[in-house]
């Protein structure tokens, strides 16, 4: 119950948007939100750097993220889409200014002498000339200006979209990072096994030899031993893929990533403490979330642009040049000619072409402000199940480290009974499959909390 008030307080954070009712020249959104929060946000601003995986105090992991962020093609896409947006707001503001033109030439042209009757005489006229133009669409009622704003709504979007790919990729080497180490981990404890296994199959044929025991030992041992064997290739097989999985999220491929790689070491600390601040204030860094408020920015502008259509259009046209037939007339007095020309379009009726793209366009403001809501509430849904499952693996961690313990304690305990024939080899098996099981169960529980603490700082949007 305390869960569900507790999420249905943060869902209640949730920005509402409504439309100014202005009929023209207000296509923004009022929005209704918390007073710390600043809704005027640059593109340059936007960018991602929080450096939310220094925590898990690893420097082979802080040497991944760093290669992974400079060479991963994916993040270098992204970050290339981010100039092409750049353009586009610089090809938007371009419309603010006139366009001139030059224009120089020679024409010659003769016209027939028989078209007013079955006489007369050819006429040649050649003459050079030399212009310069200009046109000019007058951004009176900010249709201009309209597509300005969303064409840097759409580029803060893509930086957005750049800081989702890049937490997404520091997130996916971390996690692979890891899945690399206890891989790495649980074939060491295969490998310890094997040994200890060995020994203990050697006392059983022993036993066997002196009769002792019966042959029935001697294959629960074996089997016990080789199963454990064929479990080798298959955690090598992983690793090897850990490995080339990191060299496709470096961009380097497997022969480029860091020698030191290669070198033991044992899993990140698994405890962290997360500083959790206002959800709100955390939450609105997240990329999906800053993108998903420049989407309503662009659907915003384009309502803006969708009602400037009703507008009349106001141009300017204007041109100045020369022509003469002798090339050395060009700059008399008499040679100069030039038109202004301001015109004034007013589309009244296009066969209600308007209405309906007005209509589009609110339709899709009210889809951008609905993907919104969801993509906080999901935003919200994911930090609540991400912490959840990081405290119960901790929990998990916990416990199954004395089941660990007294695991081994009863390999050490059944074997010795054993020895002295107090018991039967069953349990000797039974203790030592535990143990392997248990153990493999607590490096996959230390990975699993790391992949949750991850998973965590993603949801967070990386943390502060």
Do not use: C
């Not at 003769?110 to 009757?117: D, E, H, M, P, R």
């Not at 020994?199 to 025991?213: K, Q």
């Not at 969801?374 to 499952?389: D, F, G, P, Y």
């Amino acid at each position: 119950m305390r869960k569900n008030s507790s999420l249905a307080g943060l869902a209640a954070l949730v920005l509402t948007f409504t439309f100014s009712g202005e009929a023209f020249g207000r296509d923004y959104l009022e929005r209704s939100l918390p007073d710390d929060w600043n809704p005027e946000i640059e593109a340059s601003e936007l960018t991602f750097g929080g450096e939310w995986w220094r925590s898990l105090n690893d420097p082979m992991l802080d040497s991944l993220v760093s290669i992974a962020t400079e060479t991963n093609f994916d993040i270098n896409a992204a970050a290339r889409r981010i100039e092409v947006a750049r353009q586009t707001v610089r090809q938007a503001a371009s419309a603010w200014y006139p366009q001139l033109g030059l224009d120089a030439g020679w024409q010659r042209a003769q016209s027939s002498g028989l078209n007013a009757g079955r006489t007369g005489n050819t006429s040649v006229l050649s003459y050079f000339s030399a212009s310069a133009t200009m046109n000019w669409e007058v951004d009176v009622f900010g249709k201009t200006a309209a597509q300005v704003r969303k064409a840097k709504a759409s580029q803060g979007a893509t930086v957005a979209q750049y800081s989702a790919a890049l937490l997404s990729i520091e997130a996916e080497v971390a996690s692979t990072y890891i899945s690399l180490l206890v891989n790495r981990l649980q074939l060491e404890v295969a490998q310890n096994h094997t040994k200890m296994q060995e020994h203990v199959l050697d006392i059983v044929e022993t036993r066997f030899r002196t009769g002792l025991v019966s042959k029935l030992d001697v294959a629960q041992a074996r089997t016990l031993y080789y199963s454990t064997i064929a479990s080798i290739p298959l955690l090598e097989s992983s690793i090897e893929a850990n490995y080339n999985a990191l060299g496709v999220l470096l961009g380097t491929g497997r022969d480029g990533l860091p020698a030191e790689i290669y070198a033991p070491r044992e899993l990140p600390e698994h405890y962290a403490l997360i500083p959790l601040g206002a959800p709100l204030n955390i939450l609105r860094k997240r990329p999906d979330i800053i993108q998903a408020e420049k989407n309503i920015d662009v659907a915003s502008a384009a309502l803006g642009i969708a009602r400037k259509d009703y507008l009349p259009s106001l141009n300017l046209s204007a041109s100045v040049g020369t022509s003469a037939h002798n090339i050395g007339d060009l700059f008399s007095k008499q040679s100069f000619a030039y038109s202004v020309a301001p015109t004034l379009s007013w589309t009244i009726f296009d066969g209600l072409n308007r209405e309906s793209s007005n209509a589009a366009a609110k339709q899709n403001l009210e889809i951008a402000v609905d993907n919104y809501n969801t993509t906080v509430l999901t935003a919200i849904e994911e930090v609540h199940n991400s912490m959840n499952r990081y405290t119960a693996t901790l929990k998990y961690i916990d416990s199954m480290a004395k089941v660990v313990e007294n695991s081994e304690e009863s390999v050490n305990l059944s074997l010795d009974q054993y020895k002295q024939g107090l018991t039967g080899f069953y349990n000797v098996v039974e203790a030592q499959l535990n143990y392997l099981t248990y153990q493999n169960s607590l490096v996959e529980a230390k990975g699993n909390s790391l992949n949750a603490l991850v998973d965590l700082y993603k949801a967070l949007g990386g943390g502060e």
